[in-house]
């Protein structure tokens, strides 16, 4: 038997202030920096709803910028 049993982990979506999405175990803590979204389930669930949802691969500030820049041109 493996040491962390993957199909009774429950992870959950978390998001940081840049809006990048990652997965953590819903039996640590969460670090600093980081939020949960809301979505928890099973790893692969997780990582379906991020796919989904994460479209623009961008951190906010950097899309922030460059609409800034085109607004300006």
């Not at 840049?18 to 980081?34: A, F």
């Not at 990582?47 to 910028?65: E, N």
Request: glycine letters at 4%.
């Amino acid at each position: 038997m493996s040491e962390i049993d993957s199909t009774a982990t429950v992870y959950q979506v978390v998001l940081n202030d840049e809006e990048q999405y990652s997965i953590w175990r819903t039996d640590r803590e969460i670090p600093s920096g980081w939020f949960a979204e809301g979505t928890t389930g099973a790893k692969q669930e997780c990582l379906d709803h991020i796919s989904r949802v994460w479209t623009d691969m961008r951190p906010k500030s950097l899309r922030l910028r460059m609409e800034a820049a085109a607004q300006s041109n």
